[in-house]
């Protein structure tokens, strides 16, 4: 967030964290510090913010005290990451698909003017994220210009690159960088059985 507010289109912006070393500090602050040292790279917001709820703790699910960032990630995703460490735990952790990532230097967010109360904002982001297919996409897009109208630049740009890594992953690609004006750098991985067999 820090960064995208200086970072826009061919602005590329760094951020840096100090902290007074002689002061002791909180076992949760040295994990925020090496969550954000491990994910700084383009488009790991997301996985930044799973960290965080994971030290954060997510409150009780029916509970009254829900203090933590249920709300945030939403019940559905919550309850995704539930059944996942279940699955885990029960030994039938599935097949990790790697996160994709595109570094291309245009300005990619949903405009504040466009959808301005922050939780629907936050659906709307949570439901490109989530989005497996073009054609969800584009049920996506539908619903967008129904209830908010058409569709500005910086949304259009994020959904075209959310469209990309739909395409990525079924190649088996994890990892595109631009460089100069046109030449794009692709990185594959390798093809998971599922991928294979499509």
């Given at each position: 967030q820090l960064r995208g507010r200086v970072g826009r289109g061919d602005k590329k912006a760094y951020a840096y964290f100090y902290y007074n070393d002689?002061?002791?500090?909180?076992?949760?602050?040295?994990k925020r510090l090496h969550?954000?040292?491990?994910?700084?790279?383009?488009?790991s917001g997301f996985n930044l913010a799973m960290r965080d709820l994971e030290i954060r703790g997510a409150g009780e699910i029916l509970g009254p005290k829900?203090?933590?960032?249920?709300?945030s990630v939403g019940f559905e995703l919550y309850c995704q990451l539930i059944r996942e460490a279940i699955e885990e735990m029960k030994g039938e952790k599935k097949e990790k698909i790697p996160e994709i990532t595109i570094e291309i230097p245009v300005s990619a967010?949903?405009?504040?003017?466009?959808i301005s109360v922050d939780s629907l904002r936050i659906e709307a982001y949570r439901e490109i994220k989530?989005?497996?297919?073009?054609?969800?996409?584009s049920d996506l897009i539908d619903s967008l210009i129904d209830r908010y109208?058409?569709?500005?630049?910086?949304l259009e740009n994020l959904i075209e690159i959310a469209k990309l890594k739909i395409l990525m992953r079924k190649v088996g690609i994890f990892k595109a960088i631009l460089i100069g004006k046109y030449d794009i750098i692709f990185f594959p991985v390798k093809l998971s059985t599922y991928q294979q067999n499509e």
């Open positions: 002689k002061r002791l500090l909180t076992p949760e602050a040295y969550a954000l040292r491990e994910f700084s790279q383009l488009g829900q203090h933590g960032h249920m709300f967010f949903i405009p504040k003017d466009y989530s989005a497996n297919t073009i054609d969800e996409i109208g058409l569709v500005p630049k910086p």
